[in-house]
């Protein structure tokens, strides 16, 4: 919580001197007045405070300037499309999701999507196509431009949509300065342009030649919100992929490639773990019923931790919700039943990865960007059908059920052995329970609720890296721990043993982890090493710890890598730092012959005066993440495990083509 401001009260002789200066009229207007005194914060003049707030300051926006003002709000972050989850993916998902709406309804089995660069520095071009009924051609413009506009408050026109307040499409009008659309029905078209929202064209007319009907739109982010994007097609290709998964049946094609499935979760599920499976795949779909229709696909492997995919009318809620801890609780009372013992959540959950979708008519998301389902009513619908689905599935694959079951005795053996081994931890960290040797905190974490959001652990190494990042961090919301070098390389190690490690455990105890993720107490894990072959080698060994024993982490878009500028390229008049040689190239050739060029070895040459701005709103964070779950053991196993003659071969190969 901010510090409570101290105010003292005035006396009435106070009070009466104030009056009598006052009235008392100024002797000269050239004469040195004292500084005034003010409580304003700092940054902001009292002139700023005592600004007049009458009628004339109330403004009343349209609701498209509301979304270029407040863009937050309709779309969550900007960034520049090096996060999944930036603005510009979800610009493109919001009309993906209207052609996707029209499959739901029966009506088109394809979606065209292309996205390209354009000449303009920091844009590109995006278009796509469904195959539906297209937007009704004398409410074109509406359908695109006001908000609250559209066909899904129409339970008989869209009955499982994911939009539906109608704002979508419009926020993606508003926040491009090139957006076009056109409506096919029946051999008559309607196109509108807008820049920014504003309308600058439309028009109507027959086609002379016979085109399917649907719904084209092409748009432009805009530049000016989206600060030097850039489209990242993987994870673009991703996205396609969850779309087919989710829509058996639809085809989307994606700059020519061609994305299907024909089995929905399984297939979704299958690509994910590949013959990484101890037993097959459990499949279920249900009905359509008066509360929806659900489908799951699950099962377990070697890996620690768990692993889950949820959805809710075709969008990935990436946070969950209501329909995801109402399937691990189904999924439970499941097993439970069809084995008639009571076993714990802990042992059935250890090793599961599992997918689950669900149509509803009326979703309830807790925010625009639509992340985490708040519907608290199907909680029972869908735990009942999840564990009659699950125990069903068991009568039936007897062979599974029996591999199943080796898999939580295993998992209640693995535990039992593991409390042994973290109490024998607690008991060696209860001298610095109240201080963990190489934190230095922050005052908000995860579980503060807004303040918490931003909250950031570096891990760094040594005391000098972590030196400058102390003096210039925002202790509100970032905190820093620092290692003592190396960390042990726990490839293909019992999980017991990261326990027994004393820097890997104060680690956990500094991140929360030490008995589950739950308790994960800072939104971002960034890893800060330096910029050469010992720094990468110890970002390796931290991403193999993650990988290898919190994949949830990593996959739940917790964990990050900071870039800090490789050189200092000035002047007298001008500093510039770059991050790659082509910037350092660049910045000299701009700068001139007499720039000082400066190379950092190490983060701790940086001084906190200049780290300050690397670790601000300034910040470049590389988020971690996989493609599959199933190549996660074979990276960590080439490039951590055994010295093979591949690996020796590839490291020869590569060191050789750098030194040349």
């Given at each position: 919580m901010p510090a409570k401001k101290t105010v003292k009260k005035s006396s009435a002789k106070t009070k009466t001197a104030a009056k009598k200066s006052a009235e008392k009229p100024a002797k000269s207007e050239s004469k040195p007045q004292p500084k005034a005194q003010s409580n304003a914060p700092a940054g902001k003049s009292a002139q700023s405070k005592s600004a007049v707030y009458d009628e004339s300051k109330i403004k009343t926006l349209s609701s498209l300037e509301h979304i270029r003002l407040r863009t937050g709000m309709y779309i969550g972050r900007l960034g520049d499309g090096s996060n999944p989850d930036d603005g510009i993916y979800v610009l493109l998902k919001e009309v993906i999701d209207n052609g996707v709406d029209e499959?739901?309804?029966?009506?088109?089995?394809?979606?065209?999507?292309?996205?390209?660069?354009?000449?303009k520095a920091g844009a590109a071009?995006?278009?796509?196509?469904?195959?539906?009924?297209?937007?009704?051609?004398?409410?074109?413009?509406?359908?695109?431009?006001?908000?609250?506009?559209?066909?899904?408050?129409?339970?008989?026109?869209?009955?499982?949509?994911?939009?539906?307040?109608?704002?979508?499409?419009?926020?993606?009008?508003?926040?491009?300065?090139?957006?076009?659309?056109?409506?096919?029905?029946?051999?008559?078209?309607?196109?509108?342009?807008?820049?920014?929202?504003?309308?600058?064209?439309?028009?109507?007319?027959?086609l002379k030649e016979k085109i399917k009907d649907g719904t084209l739109v092409e748009f432009t982010p805009d530049p000016e919100i989206f600060k030097n994007y850039a489209f990242n097609t993987e994870f673009i290709e991703k996205r396609m992929k969850n779309y087919a998964f989710l829509n058996a049946g639809l085809t989307l094609a994606f700059n020519g490639n061609k994305f299907v499935s024909n089995n929905g979760l399984y297939d979704l599920l299958f690509e994910e773990t590949g013959d990484d499976c101890l037993y097959p795949l459990g499949y279920y779909r249900g009905e359509h019923s008066a509360?929806?229709?659900?489908?799951?696909?699950?099962?377990?492997?070697?890996n620690y931790g768990e692993e889950y995919f949820s959805f809710v009318n075709g969008q990935y809620t990436s946070d969950g919700g209501t329909h995801l801890s109402a399937f691990k609780e189904g999924f439970l009372k499941g097993i439970q039943t069809f084995f008639k013992k009571d076993y714990k959540s802990e042992d059935v959950r250890e090793g599961t990865i599992a997918s689950i979708a669900i149509k509803l008519k009326n979703p309830v998301f807790e925010?625009?960007?639509?992340?985490?389902?708040?519907?608290?009513?199907?909680?029972?619908?869908?735990?009942?059908e999840v564990r009659n689905a699950v125990e069903d599935w068991l009568h039936k694959n007897p062979e599974a059920s029996k591999k199943l079951e080796q898999k939580i005795i295993a998992n209640e053996s693995l535990r039992t052995e593991l409390n042994?081994?973290?109490?024998?931890?607690?008991?060696?960290?209860?001298?610095?329970?109240?201080?963990?040797?190489?934190?230095?905190?922050c005052k908000f974490h995860l579980e503060d609720g807004e303040e918490g959001e931003e909250s950031t652990i570096f891990i760094t190494e040594g005391d000098s890296?972590?030196?400058?990042?102390?003096?210039?961090?925002?202790?509100?919301?970032?905190?820093?721990?620092?290692?003592?070098?190396?960390?042990?390389?726990?490839?293909?190690?019992?999980?017991?043993?990261?326990?027994?490690?004393?820097?890997?455990?104060?680690?956990m105890m500094a991140l929360g982890i030490d008995n589950d993720i739950e308790g994960l107490r800072y939104a971002k894990i960034v890893i800060a090493t330096d910029a050469d072959f010992d720094g990468f080698h110890i970002r390796n060994l931290?991403?193999?710890?993650?990988?290898?024993?919190?994949?949830?982490?990593?996959?739940?878009?917790?964990?990050?890598?900071?870039?800090?500028?490789?050189?200092?390229?000035?002047?007298?008049?001008?500093?510039?730092?770059?991050?790659?040689?082509?910037?350092?190239?660049?910045?000299?050739?701009?700068l001139g012959s007499s720039c000082e060029i400066t190379r950092f070895k190490g983060l701790g040459e940086i001084s906190p005066k200049e780290f300050g701005q690397f670790i601000g709103e300034d910040i470049r964070l590389v988020p971690v993440s996989v493609n599959t779950l199933k190549q996660v053991p074979q990276v960590l196993s080439f490039y951590m495990g055994k010295n093979t003659p591949e690996r020796r071969e590839y490291i020869m190969k590569n060191l050789i083509e750098d030194a040349g």
């Amino acid at each position: 919580m901010p510090a409570k401001k101290t105010v003292k009260k005035s006396s009435a002789k106070t009070k009466t001197a104030a009056k009598k200066s006052a009235e008392k009229p100024a002797k000269s207007e050239s004469k040195p007045q004292p500084k005034a005194q003010s409580n304003a914060p700092a940054g902001k003049s009292a002139q700023s405070k005592s600004a007049v707030y009458d009628e004339s300051k109330i403004k009343t926006l349209s609701s498209l300037e509301h979304i270029r003002l407040r863009t937050g709000m309709y779309i969550g972050r900007l960034g520049d499309g090096s996060n999944p989850d930036d603005g510009i993916y979800v610009l493109l998902k919001e009309v993906i999701d209207n052609g996707v709406d029209e499959f739901i309804m029966g009506n088109g089995k394809l979606i065209e999507v292309a996205v390209k660069d354009i000449t303009k520095a920091g844009a590109a071009s995006v278009k796509i196509r469904d195959f539906g009924r297209g937007i009704p051609l004398g409410k074109l413009v509406e359908c695109v431009s006001v908000i609250n506009t559209g066909a899904k408050y129409n339970d008989d026109v869209f009955q499982f949509s994911v939009g539906l307040n109608g704002v979508g499409t419009k926020a993606v009008n508003a926040l491009s300065i090139y957006f076009r659309v056109v409506a096919v029905r029946n051999g008559e078209f309607a196109e509108a342009i807008f820049e920014r929202g504003t309308l600058k064209s439309q028009r109507k007319g027959k086609l002379k030649e016979k085109i399917k009907d649907g719904t084209l739109v092409e748009f432009t982010p805009d530049p000016e919100i989206f600060k030097n994007y850039a489209f990242n097609t993987e994870f673009i290709e991703k996205r396609m992929k969850n779309y087919a998964f989710l829509n058996a049946g639809l085809t989307l094609a994606f700059n020519g490639n061609k994305f299907v499935s024909n089995n929905g979760l399984y297939d979704l599920l299958f690509e994910e773990t590949g013959d990484d499976c101890l037993y097959p795949l459990g499949y279920y779909r249900g009905e359509h019923s008066a509360n929806g229709q659900i489908e799951i696909a699950f099962t377990h492997t070697n890996n620690y931790g768990e692993e889950y995919f949820s959805f809710v009318n075709g969008q990935y809620t990436s946070d969950g919700g209501t329909h995801l801890s109402a399937f691990k609780e189904g999924f439970l009372k499941g097993i439970q039943t069809f084995f008639k013992k009571d076993y714990k959540s802990e042992d059935v959950r250890e090793g599961t990865i599992a997918s689950i979708a669900i149509k509803l008519k009326n979703p309830v998301f807790e925010s625009q960007t639509k992340n985490k389902l708040g519907n608290s009513d199907i909680r029972a619908w869908v735990v009942q059908e999840v564990r009659n689905a699950v125990e069903d599935w068991l009568h039936k694959n007897p062979e599974a059920s029996k591999k199943l079951e080796q898999k939580i005795i295993a998992n209640e053996s693995l535990r039992t052995e593991l409390n042994a081994v973290k109490k024998e931890a607690r008991e060696a960290a209860k001298k610095i329970a109240l201080k963990i040797p190489k934190l230095k905190d922050c005052k908000f974490h995860l579980e503060d609720g807004e303040e918490g959001e931003e909250s950031t652990i570096f891990i760094t190494e040594g005391d000098s890296a972590a030196g400058s990042i102390v003096s210039s961090r925002d202790v509100m919301t970032q905190a820093i721990f620092a290692l003592r070098g190396k960390v042990e390389n726990v490839y293909g190690k019992k999980r017991a043993a990261i326990y027994k490690n004393e820097e890997l455990f104060n680690m956990m105890m500094a991140l929360g982890i030490d008995n589950d993720i739950e308790g994960l107490r800072y939104a971002k894990i960034v890893i800060a090493t330096d910029a050469d072959f010992d720094g990468f080698h110890i970002r390796n060994l931290l991403l193999t710890f993650f990988l290898s024993y919190f994949e949830e982490l990593v996959t739940a878009g917790h964990v990050y890598i900071l870039e800090t500028p490789l050189f200092r390229v000035r002047t007298k008049k001008e500093t510039r730092y770059c991050y790659t040689e082509k910037e350092r190239d660049e910045a000299s050739a701009a700068l001139g012959s007499s720039c000082e060029i400066t190379r950092f070895k190490g983060l701790g040459e940086i001084s906190p005066k200049e780290f300050g701005q690397f670790i601000g709103e300034d910040i470049r964070l590389v988020p971690v993440s996989v493609n599959t779950l199933k190549q996660v053991p074979q990276v960590l196993s080439f490039y951590m495990g055994k010295n093979t003659p591949e690996r020796r071969e590839y490291i020869m190969k590569n060191l050789i083509e750098d030194a040349g």
